[in-house]
């Protein structure tokens, strides 16, 4: 067999420039790669404070919105859509979600009649609709009603053993690589350490297989009708298959991790029964992540059918990469998944601080400022969510098929993927299918929405010569809006952000004048089918044993006191709109009396908050940040600043406010705003008032808006019973939660947990920061 170690890559090309003098083929597939990547692409995760839950309880979740592309958080995703289904398919519950900054949060109540079994959650937004791919989130739970618990889960008998040839082609006369998967009937790892590979009673090899039951070899195809198999031995049964079909023709590849410092090699290889039809016809390596590409170009020349060539870091992009082989029809004849490894990760370390009132104080660093959420479980949970935000931002927006496969352990605590993830690559093929990429590229047949949109008509006579609008208004969300009428009696009001069932009132102006409106309304996108909605398809597993009824649940309250019926004397005043849409990631405080002494003016405020403060008789207002912004060519960045939640074009009106008019302050100093106006951070200022009665005697038309955003609902805990504490608790039951801690910018923050648990505990710790760097960590605490 030769090989030849080539130095003939005619084409190293990224894709990302353009193209003087090359040959169409090579013109033709970065237009391909660039047009079906045209369209950005929203990644989620959901991060939950379990995977079991029991009627009456609440399923709690923060979720994160990534660019995959860009590795960064995807900071303009406003509009998220969640879905509840039961394993028939049915939908049970949905919810429009408000995201802002890259995240957002709710929760599922579980009613008390709920049969137990499997359920599923989808998230996706309107914009995922212009792709052929499933772009959603999709987790599946289980709930256990604890007056029918069904039936826990054993490890089935069923044996599920297939093979994979490197590059998806099993290649006569050839030395193949392969790997070899043995997952239970539920796609689960099962506990067997060796696969034997066999030709009647004779053992050909003994495959060692990894803690995930991958393990591979190499196989040299003789036989198109080879009868060698495979097989395992599991709870003292037998199970064999037959190696994939050897194909007799084709182009196969090999792929080398790491020869060198920074070199890997990447083997084609082919046989002597398909050399005389690819004689000096030229194949390209298309490698890419979304549009990042690299291109190169060889031949099979000189009765050589193998041909290896290196391949350093730089063509490679940091995160998942795919590996094409392409005739010179532009037909994909082999493809590989690989994984470059970079720094994504953010270490927590966490110190237990001091017990004070009730609860656990801890003191928090990261090395970076951090949007996070924490779920607290007993150590011995049987609930721990085995979703990884690293796994489902950096492999599974790539890979095909993921719901039906197990990434969860090959990242672990934001650490370098484990060293096994090539063996699960191998085996896995990409979400997007080369002849859709050629022929069917994305279109922007579905909006991006950032908030709610709102069509109105006007059911009367207008009369000529007469200037008309609507005026929009909202004391309960602060808005007050205008909009001009256009064709046929129509107005539009766009981007609202407006909470499920609140009340606006719209009045027709008439040369600025009030009269009464006659108006037929409707949201336009507060609800949005998806196309690829998830339908359940749960396998039938047979096994050997007969699965045991759940047992020692946590005694739950099946009628849970509503805590607006309890008054409790505290004497702490609460914040009014700490839970107002966008201030979860804002720090916020009351305005005290020694603050309005210390500081008379509101900017004499921001000036104590960290900002620069212009404010010049002879000019108009202007607020920085104290750092300069190396992206944007050493500018200040400067924030974003609210008033009663109007966002400030001009803060001129600032001068005018005293802080003892103020009554609630809210700030994120480093939070990066979505805007090409290099704005970093956000103020929020809410005023005094008195009773609201602007529209009183004024002709108006109410409506209430259905299917809004969803409100917002501060965690409260489930009443357990029987305490925290017992077997059930210990299996089922959840400590703590708290769905948003924004760290300040050296990366420091701090949290309490209710001192109600006494025992070992999981923290389960996730975020991202505005960079893009990933918080994925498990510690294990006593409490």
């Keep these: 067999m030769k090989k030849h170690l080539t130095t003939i890559v005619i084409f190293c090309i990224l894709i990302s420039s353009p193209f003087y003098g090359q040959e169409n083929k090579i013109q033709e597939i970065s237009s391909i790669v660039k047009n079906y990547y045209s369209l950005e ?37 406003t509009n998220i859509f969640a879905v509840l289904k039961n394993a028939e398919n049915k939908t049970l519950n949905s919810k429009l979600l408000y995201g802002s900054m890259g995240s957002f949060e709710g929760s599922f109540e579980l009613p008390p009649n709920m049969a137990s079994g499997s359920y599923y959650l989808q998230f996706y937004t309107n914009w995922m609709n212009n792709f052929s791919e499933d772009q959603s989130a999709l987790y599946k739970i289980e709930v256990i009603n604890p007056d029918n618990p069904g039936q826990s889960i054993t490890n089935d008998a069923e044996v599920e053993i297939k093979a994979y040839p490197e590059g998806g082609i099993f290649l006569k006369n050839k030395t193949n690589t392969m790997v070899v998967s043995v997952k239970g009937c ?78 890997s090699v990447l083997e084609l290889k082919t046989n002597r029964d398909t050399y005389p039809d690819i004689e000096n016809k030229p194949f390209y390596i298309l490698i890419h992540k979304d549009d990042n590409a690299f291109l190169l170009e060889t031949k099979f020349t000189n009765n050589i059918t193998d041909q290896e060539m290196l391949i350093t870091d730089d063509y490679l992009f940091d995160g998942l990469n795919t590996i094409r082989i392409l ?69 599974t927006p790539y890979i095909k098929d993921y719901p039906d496969i197990n990434t969860s352990k090959y990242f672990s605590n934001g650490k370098e993927p484990d060293k096994n993830l090539d063996l699960y690559l191998i085996c896995s093929k990409s979400k997007y299918i080369w002849e859709t990429m050629k022929q069917n590229p994305p279109k922007e047949n579905y909006t991006f929405d950032m908030g709610l949109k709102i069509k109105g008509v006007i059911n009367q006579k207008l009369k000529r010569g007469k200037e008309y609008s609507v005026r929009l208004t909202s004391y309960g969300t602060i808005i007050d809006e205008k909009a001009e009428i256009v064709n046929n009696n129509e107005f539009y009001f766009d981007n609202l952000i407006l909470a499920d069932s609140c ?13 009464t409106p006659k108006i037929y309304l409707r949201a336009l996108n507060n609800i949005a089918q998806y196309n690829h909605p998830y339908t359940p398809n749960e396998k039938i597993c047979f096994t050997d044993e007969t699965n045991e009824p759940f047992t020692d ?42 603050e309005s002494l210390g500081f008379p003016t509101v900017l004499d405020l921001i000036r104590y908050e960290g900002f620069e403060v212009r404010n010049r008789p002879d000019s108009a207002v202007a607020v920085y940040g104290r750092l300069k912004n190396t992206l944007v060519n050493g500018l200040k960045n400067s924030p974003d600043v609210f008033l009663d939640d109007y966002r400030l074009v001009k803060l001129d009106i600032l001068r005018d406010i005293l802080t003892s008019e103020i009554d609630e302050f809210y700030i994120n100093k480093h939070m990066s705003v979505p805007t090409l106006q290099n704005r970093i951070g956000i103020i929020k200022i809410y005023r005094k008032r008195k009773a609201f009665s602007a529209l009183k005697n004024k002709p108006v038309f109410n409506y209430v808006l259905e299917n809004g955003f969803e409100k ?28 948003t801690i924004i760290s300040d910018e050296n990366g420091k923050f701090s949290f309490s947990i209710p001192q109600a648990y006494k025992g070992e505990a999981k923290l389960i710790i996730e975020g991202l920061s505005p960079e893009g760097k990933i918080i994925s960590q498990v510690i294990t605490i006593n409490l």
Excluded: M
Excluded at 60 to 75: E, T
Excluded at 554 to 573: C, H, Q, S, T, W
Excluded at 582 to 592: A, D, E, F, V, Y
Excluded at 720 to 737: A, E, K, Q, V
């Design 41 to 77: 692409r929203e990644s989620i995760h959901v991060h939950f404070t379990k995977s079991t839950f029991i009627t009456n309880e609440n399923i709690w979740f923060k979720g994160y919105v990534y660019y995959s592309k860009k590795n960064a958080p995807f900071f303009t995703t």
């Design 186 to 263: 539920k796609k689960q790892p099962l506990p067997v350490t060796e696969v034997t590979l066999f030709n009647n009673s004779e053992t050909i090899q003994v495959i060692p297989l990894d803690n995930n039951g991958y393990g591979k070899f190499e196989y040299y195809a003789i036989e198109e009708n080879s009868t060698d198999s495979l097989k395992v031995t599991f709870l003292n049964k037998t199970y064999k298959t037959a190696l994939p079909k050897i194909q007799k023709k084709g182009v196969t590849l090999k792929f080398t991790n790491k020869i060198g410092n920074n070199s």
């Design 327 to 395: 005739d010179s029809d532009l037909n994909e004849v082999a493809q590989r998944l690989l994984y470059k490894v970079f720094e994504n990760s953010i270490p927590v370390n966490i110190t237990k601080n001091k017990e004070e009132n009730g609860d656990i104080l801890f003191t928090a660093e990261t090395t970076a400022n951090t949007n996070l959420s924490i779920a607290v479980l007993p150590s011995k949970s049987k609930a721990l969510n085995n979703n990884n935000i690293s796994n489902e931002f950096l492999l």
């Design 503 to 515: 009340k606006l009132d719209f009045e027709l102006l008439e040369n600025g004048k009030n009269i």
């Design 553 to 594: 649940l946590p005694n739950i309250e099946k009628e849970a006191i509503k805590l607006e019926n309890i008054v409790i004397e505290d004497k702490r005043e609460k914040l009014k709109h700490a839970t107002a849409f966008g201030n979860g990631q804002l720090r916020g405080r009351k305005i005290t009396e020694s």
């Design 712 to 739: 917002i609902t501060p965690f409260t805990n489930t009443t357990y019973t029987s305490g925290y504490s017992g077997d059930g608790f210990n299996n089922y039951g959840l400590i703590h939660w708290i769905p």
